[in-house]
């Protein structure tokens, strides 16, 4: 049985030995008496939820006790209520990091509050925005720090069950989930009776099997139940009736990352960090066309420019940065202009954007806005569960009008009628999927609605990203092989041996032949 | 193209199967892990099968298809011995991957989402891996290969043949 003595102990015992580890590796350093990781990538970061991550062997409940793991579980079972438990959550301010920033301690109270024979924890890793991979890498690289979060929500709500909903693409979250849950099980601090107490949790571990809106907290609890994952209509809170319809409190692996730390160094600590209304830290995948991508973990309020230029080193391959897409298929693309904006749910939320989960996608000059917002069309298309008919046809047919567009169709009007789309899909939507899925949209037609004009107007694409609105044309490097003239199919390429050539743009068919065989690249597209 | 499964040459783990089922048919919820577990052991949906879940499980046929096809990992034909997943996330998108797959279904002949007729070969479309840093990203099988350009896929592809 776990003692609060023997954690102790088993801390005493494995701490030499990770430092002897550390200390041979060479990677970390000690930093206000934490250990951290070295180099100036990590300088400027403020790790907490991923404090453990790359710095302990996430297969080893040692080295996570070796760092204070489980100790914040153990002392509050002894010497904090479930009430103080909420409380605390609730003073901290610690806001979901999944996406809509609601604060946790709230949602922890509202179950807290509500009589029932069975509650339940859900750990929600999904992570289903395409380009972001935070909550992957706490649950690789340090396991048990979501156990104990929701050990201590458990706790906290008086339930002793937990899921965790994983993505099925994240087959060694899975692998480290499963060996983490056996290990805690072995020690008591999971299953029966942990620390000795009267107090019980377990945690089982159900998969995703690719489906995007399952990150919905009502979707999520459905796929659990066996079901096809479709929002629920929000008659009831999932705080009182959720999964099996029993008191529910569903939270973000980041978020839950976050909760050992703040019981132990306390709430003040924890609100000391980031902003006022956004206290504590956020991680995000920076990746795109920055030169160091990455995980960061910055206090809120840090600006983008901090983050995509001091940490990230700027745009790769010398060319100038253009924008920073945040929130994935929900957010906005936020222009160069205003990366001086801190990083908080409020300030994202006011220049169109969100927050979200975490994506950070840099993109340079060489990125069409105009096909951005069609790609995260096309996957909101894809992911709609169809309950809603503004969700299911509305972004279709949004969809296809970005395709005239990009594709040099686009005519005067289709501003205003996405514009208007925009709105009916927006406020006709049952859940957050459809509410959001305007938003690359609006977002890009606020800030770059020159691209969308140059496209419908002159049918150029700026950024030189469209095929249908590109030319083929043969440069001053052409040496006069003619062998593109004779790859050309409908015979539009003229010129004589060893002189220039010239393409006949009005009969082209842009099939790239010619681009393909020129032996000195003279085949441009422009 | 039509691909058949034989019940009688699969007997030894449609048994298991049967097993798992039995040892599991009072989880609450218990459909989705029931088809996991079947798509892991035969590679695919096949129909009989799911004929044989709604029997022992006594769920119609009709709810096993309304899930089965709501998730896109569930398939009803068999992947091939070597699967590719072309990631097709936001980081990916921006540097290119889509190029990447257009070659990979002109190299292999079929689409993304199909298995090659020999069954040597499928191509799945993915969202983020997690690998974005080495965008544009394909995975075949457990490998990871990062940073593609158009011209190193063939040969990429060959190495599995
Ligand atoms: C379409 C859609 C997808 C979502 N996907 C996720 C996800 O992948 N991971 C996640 O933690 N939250 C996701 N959410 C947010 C959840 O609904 C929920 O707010 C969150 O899990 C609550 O945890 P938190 O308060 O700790 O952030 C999604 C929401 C919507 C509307
Ligand atoms: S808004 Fe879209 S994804 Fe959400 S419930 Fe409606 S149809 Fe489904
Ligand atoms: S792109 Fe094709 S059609 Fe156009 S000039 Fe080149 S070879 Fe001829
Ligand atoms: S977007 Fe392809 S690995 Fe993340």
């Known amino acids: 049985m776990m003692s609060q003595e023997k ?17 041979v590796e060479d990677k970390t350093e000690v930093r206000d008496g934490n250990i951290v990781l070295k180099g100036d990538y990590y300088k400027k970061q403020v790790r907490i939820a991923l404090r453990n991550c790359e710095i302990i062997l996430p297969e080893s409940i040692e080295e996570y006790i070796a760092l204070d793991g489980y100790s914040a579980l153990g002392k509050m079972l002894f010497e904090m209520t479930p009430e103080d438990v909420v409380n605390t959550m609730i003073e901290s301010n610690l806001r979901g990091r999944g996406g809509a920033g609601f604060p946790a301690g709230r949602k922890w109270l509202e179950a807290f509050k509500y009589d029932a024979d069975q509650k339940y924890i859900i750990c929600n890793a999904d992570e289903g925005d395409p380009g972001a991979y935070m909550d992957r890498s ?6 048990h720090s979501v156990l104990e979060g929701m050990a201590i929500a458990g706790y906290a709500i008086g339930a002793n069950q937990g899921f965790i909903y994983v993505r099925a693409e994240y087959p060694l979250a899975v692998k480290r989930l499963q060996a983490a849950i056996k290990q805690a099980k072995e020690y008591g601090v999971l299953g029966n009776n942990i620390f000795g107490t009267d107090f019980s949790f377990d945690i089982e571990l159900r998969l995703g099997a690719g489906a995007f809106v399952c990150g919905e907290g009502t979707a999520l609890m459905e796929s659990i139940e066996g079901k096809r994952g479709m929002p629920r209509v929000k008659i009831h809170r999932t705080a ?12 973000n692996v980041e978020t839950l990352a976050n909760i050992p730390v703040i019981f132990q160094r306390g709430a003040k600590w924890f609100r000391g960090i980031g902003t006022e209304k956004s206290p504590g830290t956020k991680v995000f995948a920076l990746v795109g066309k920055v030169k160091e991508s990455g995980l960061v973990e910055v206090p809120m309020g840090t600006s983008l420019r901090e983050i995509v230029f001091d940490i990230g080193g ?6 100038a940065a253009k924008a920073v897409q945040t929130g994935g298929p929900s957010g906005g693309c936020i222009p160069v202009e205003l990366f001086d904006t801190p990083v908080d749910f409020e300030s994202l939320a006011k220049i169109g954007s969100i927050m979200g989960s975490g994506g950070m996608v840099v993109m340079d000059e060489t990125d069409c806005m105009v096909d951005i917002a069609r790609f995260f069309l096309e996957f909101s298309v894809d992911e709609s569960c169809g309950k809603c008919v503004p969700c299911r046809e509305g972004t279709k047919r949004m969809l296809e009008l970005l395709e005239k567009i990009t594709g040099g169709n686009g005519e005067e009007e289709d501003i205003a009628r996405m514009e208007s789309l925009a709105v009916t899909i927006s406020t006709g939507s049952l859940c957050g999927l459809g509410q959001t899925a305007p938003n690359p949209v609006t977002s890009t037609l606020h800030y770059f609605r020159d691209e969308y004009e140059a496209h419908i107007r002159d049918k150029t694409c700026p950024a030189g990203h469209c095929q249908a609105l590109l030319e083929y044309y043969i440069t001053e490097d052409c040496i ?18 060893k002189e220039r050539h010239v393409i006949d743009t009005d009969a082209c068919i842009k099939c790239g032949n010619c681009m393909e065989v020129c032996p000195v690249g003279a085949v441009i597209l422009r | 193209m039509e691909f058949k499964f034989d019940m009688e040459k699969n007997k030894d783990k449609v048994e298991e199967f049967r097993v798992f089922i039995d040892e599991n048919r009072d989880r609450p919820g218990v459909l989705m892990p029931v088809l996991q577990e079947a798509q892991g052991k035969f590679g695919f949906l096949p129909e009989p099968v799911l004929e044989l879940i709604s029997q022992d499980l006594r769920i119609p046929l009709a709810d096993i298809y309304g899930v089965a096809t709501f998730y896109s990992q569930f398939t009803f034909i068999p992947k091939g011995e070597h699967n590719i997943s072309v990631c097709l996330g936001t980081a990916c998108y921006v540097k290119g991957a889509e190029k990447v797959l257009a070659e990979i279904e002109k190299v292999l002949g079929i689409k993304s989402g199909g298995t090659t007729p020999d069954l040597k070969f499928s191509i799945t479309p993915t969202r983020c891996i997690g690998a974005c840093g080495l965008a544009p990203v394909v995975n075949i099988d457990d490998d990871i ?3 593609l350009k158009v011209e190193d896929i063939k040969g990429i592809i060959d190495k599995y043949r």
């Open chain 1, 480 to 497: 006069g092989c003619t062998k593109c003239a004779r790859s050309c199919p409908v015979s539009c390429i003229s010129g004589k041996v």
């Open chain 1, 138 to 143: 706490i649950l690789e690289g340090d396991p």
């Open chain 1, 240 to 251: 009182h009736r959720g999964l099996w319809q029993k008191p529910t409190v569903i939270n």
């Open chain 1, 7 to 23: 954690l102790r102990e088993i801390k005493e015992n494995a701490r030499p030995l990770l430092d002897e580890r550390l200390k």
């Open chain 1, 314 to 319: 700027g745009v790769a391959d010398g060319k």
């Open chain 2, 145 to 147: 290969h990062g940073k």
